[in-house]
DNA sequence: TCGTTACAAGAACGATTGTTCCAAGATAGA
DNA sequence: TCTATCTTGGAACAATCGTTCTTGTAACGA
């Protein structure tokens, strides 16, 4: 998974994954099978590890979203600190060489995305009907602004864009969730 | 061009080029040089012709930022609109792969990007001078985040999501420049 | 018409791709 | 200990990669 995530599905060879697993090549074909079905394998592993904690981190405020939002932001940020995975994100790398891909590969990373959005746009209305929240736009267009933005987190972190300043960023990304008090006051 | 455009850099085969341009491989190679500096002049070509164009927009309303900007998401969406060209962004879609690229070529990436980072950072500071925006943050954090948020326009478009829900997102993401005035109307 | 130059097309090269095969070795139960 | 099952490492496969070479042909000045 750190190797596809690290240089893409398609630049990836299976001597790199052999190198990397400490498998032989007959073991990892007999195991996994071939290299899409081990892709497709990673990008579940993907979802239930490194996805599955910014949706914990998004669900961790069900009452505000910018709580939420913030603390998935924050939950990125310090995963892309962290030199031990490699850099940007396997599922917006993934998408960016889409057209490369089998239809069923992508078809999941379809899902996975949607998936995203959808959550985020989960917290919002859920927020929304709890009082507080008078962001302004509709909930698809927020939820997908804001997807795109976690995106474009971790695609400026692989083209070298420091962590320290990708947090200005994400802050910038969430004044539209800000109530308008909050704008006026500060 | 179309060809890296459409597939990227690993993912395209000199047989593809030679296809699409109809010459015959020894002339493409003494013509163009190997595959790098190939795609070194396609890059060059995408600057002078669809990112000169942005930067165009971008320029055209030089006292007010949300204009500005605006103007030059516009000009994103109506270039993601037509089917002539491939989808998504040609550099944005580079910097996805650039753990794989040769060091020339990460390079001319990071000058590209930094590059529209520069603009964008300008027409910022132009229009803070001549009075009007109170957007919050500093100029360096909220130029990254709308170069941030028109690459992530394109990798949506990539991702499949519809220009008419990639409008409500480039109007969404807008809002962090809008002068408190106006959204206290909205 | 000639000799030279420039350029095209396609065959051919070694290297690398994803995948399979085969023989040797480890492991387990009885 | 014996046998059956599983796993391993590495050779080998066809296909494809980027690149070069050779050959034939068109163009051009004298």
Chains 1, 2 share one sequence.
Do not use: N
């Not at 630049?11 to 090549?25: C, H, K, N």
């Not at 239930?48 to 910018?66: F, G, K, N, Y």
Request: with cysteine.
């Amino acid at each position: 998974m750190t190797v596809f995530w690290e240089r893409g599905y398609e630049a990836t060879t299976i001597d790199q994954l052999v190198v990397s697993t400490g498998l032989g090549r007959s073991s990892l074909y007999s195991t996994f099978g071939d290299k899409e079905s081990l892709f497709l394998r990673c990008l579940a592993r993907y979802e239930e590890t490194v996805a599955a904690r910014l949706l914990e981190a998004l669900q961790r405020h069900p009452s505000d979203a910018l709580l939420a939002v913030g603390g998935m932001f924050d939950a990125i940020l310090t995963r892309l600190r962290t030199t031990t995975s490699p850099s940007g994100c396997l599922i917006t790398l993934t998408a960016a060489e889409r057209s490369t891909l089998t239809p069923a590969v992508q078809a999941r990373i379809d899902d996975l995305l949607s998936a995203q959005v959808r959550a985020v746009r989960a917290v919002l209305t859920a927020s929304r009907q709890r009082g507080r929240a008078p962001h302004a736009g509709d909930a698809d267009s927020l939820a997908e602004y804001l997807v795109g933005t976690a995106q474009s987190l971790a695609l400026l972190h692989r083209a070298g864009v420091p962590v320290a300043k990708l947090r200005g960023v994400a802050a910038t990304a969430l004044h539209v969730l800000k109530p308008l008090e909050v704008l006026r006051l500060s």
